[in-house]
């Protein structure tokens, strides 16, 4: 008779399951290197990408396959509605990005390239920025 329950606690045991988190955007400009390789990404960047403190819970990476095409729609929140980060986020709509972030089971991923670029948006609503990077590309979002 097959286990169900010590089945479960070992995949358990290795691969906590959570909410992505860990929002990184890296400026196409700043990036020096890009290759991928079967589902893994190679990426060398000159600068710091910008590290967004999201709202814990909010990341929902998104993926959705149109004939050889996936278009992806990333959303999340961000807290601390001002007028300088309302400016700061205003600049980040005008600049293509790759996303790093970190799955629900703790890899990290990879959304965009240089060739297939993410765009930021945002609007203001209950007090928190509703934010989305969206973009199309030829696969999913390969791992780091």
């Known amino acids: 008779m097959f286990d169900y329950q010590h089945f479960i606690s070992v995949i358990m045991s290795r ?7 860990s929002l990184q955007l890296v400026p196409v400009y700043n990036i020096i290197h890009f290759g991928v390789v079967r589902s893994k990404v190679v990426i060398r960047s000159i600068g710091k990408p ?3 403190t999201i709202v814990p819970g909010t990341l929902k990476p998104g993926d959705s396959k149109n004939e050889d095409v996936y278009t992806k729609k990333h959303t999340f ?4 509605v001002s007028q300088n980060k309302t400016l700061y986020l205003e600049n980040l709509k005008a600049t293509p990005f790759v996303a790093l ?12 390239s240089p060739d297939y670029p993410l765009a930021f948006s945002f609007e203001i ?4 920025y509703n934010c989305t990077l969206s973009g199309t590309g030829p696969g999913v979002d390969a791992f780091l």
Request: net charge negative; charged share 25%.
């Open 50 to 52: 910008d590290i967004l």
């Open 125 to 128: 609503g209950g007090g928190l």
């Open 77 to 80: 929140k961000l807290a601390d």
């Open 15 to 21: 691969k906590l399951i959570s909410s992505a988190h």
């Open 101 to 112: 972030y970190i799955d629900e089971t703790g890899n990290t991923r990879v959304s965009g």
